[in-house]
């Protein structure tokens, strides 16, 4: 089983930051990432990393926000820079264990932390 714990939400101005941690608990964590869902619209990726450091980003966030992790701490952070109101939702943190035989568990998802991008 996995465990996650997000922080890092709140409110802020168009044009602001915000980090978003996630902390998880287990082992063998291949794939932490990000997710939001605004109201009435479907959960997207926001941004993933592999336990290699290989990211993919969706297209609206690139040059705005980061993914970086701490493999040792199992810490997935999300700076987000230039913040839009439409980045405006509650965001999930993701993660994927890999097991012996290579093959990735399912999704496990934290309980969500809500960002508000507002004047």
């Known amino acids: 089983q996995v465990q996650l714990v997000e922080s890092g939400g709140g409110l802020v101005q168009p044009g602001g930051s915000l980090r978003l941690s996630c902390a998880a608990s287990?082992?063998?964590?291949?794939?932490m990432g990000w997710y939001r869902q605004a109201p009435g619209k479907q959960r997207e990726l926001v941004a993933s990393?592999?336990?290699?450091?290989?990211?993919n980003y969706r297209d609206s966030v690139k040059g705005r926000f980061t993914i970086s992790r701490d493999n040792a701490k199992n810490t997935v952070y999300l700076q987000m820079n230039s913040l839009k109101p439409e980045d405006t939702a509650v965001y999930y943190c993701n993660a994927r264990r890999l097991y012996s035989d290579a093959t990735l568990s399912p999704d496990y998802w934290g309980p969500g932390t809500q960002v508000t991008v507002s004047s």
């Open positions: 287990g082992s063998d964590i291949y794939s």
């Open positions: 990393i592999t336990r290699l450091g290989s990211t």
